[in-house]
């Protein structure tokens, strides 16, 4: 009887060792799902495009990224919010040369290319730049994707927020609806 008693006490501390490995994993979840809805966001309701520079012949908007995380891994999905009115093409792991095809680009931590390399490439291209990394805001990037954490009842939260660069953002004549810089941590002017 008291072999089975350790036995189930066992059992019972794997158990709680893989929950507490889930709920790990769906925090981490959480924040890539933040993070892509803040990109649908700037895609689909805070952004426009100069007129004279069409979207695609088809109207569709082409979201690239460079290098692989998280995020990257999951953009695809985006292409299943596409409706009538906005159709989403993803491509992934993007050269630098091919950049300037993009709308939008999500550039990846662990990005091949340096972060001034890719923001000299699309310099003066009607291309929102999103990322992750720090400092990309305030280094000339459109979007920084950033993680905050507060308490709330006593418990502790991660959300995920953007800081904007409305320079970057005037500079290649995207227009950015107000309502996008009143959310924003930090905008840069």
């Not at 994993?25 to 952004?47: C, E, G, N, P, R």
């Not at 310099?123 to 805001?137: E, R, Y």
């Amino acid at each position: 009887m008291v072999w089975k008693i350790k036995i189930a006490r066992v059992f019972l501390a794997a158990y709680i060792g893989l929950c507490g490995a889930q709920v790990a994993y769906a925090d981490d979840s959480q924040v890539v799902q933040d993070k892509l809805k803040i990109i649908y966001h700037f895609m689909s309701h805070f952004t426009s495009w100069p007129t004279a520079v069409p979207l695609d012949a088809d109207g569709k908007v082409h979201l690239c990224s460079v290098g692989d995380d998280d995020v990257t891994k999951e953009l695809h999905f985006l292409e299943n919010a596409s409706t009538r009115a906005l159709q989403i093409l993803v491509e992934s792991n993007v050269d630098i040369e091919g950049l300037t095809r993009c709308d939008i680009l999500y550039i990846a931590d662990n990005s091949p290319y340096s972060m001034t390399a890719i923001l000299k490439h699309i310099d003066a291209n009607p291309v929102l730049s999103i990322s992750a990394q720090t400092g990309f805001a305030e280094g000339g990037g459109m979007v920084e994707l950033v993680r905050e954490q507060y308490e709330q009842r006593g418990v502790a939260k991660r959300s995920v927020r953007y800081n904007v660069n409305a320079t970057a953002i005037r500079k290649v004549k995207l227009r950015v609806k107000p309502e996008a810089y009143e959310l924003a941590v930090r905008v840069y002017r």
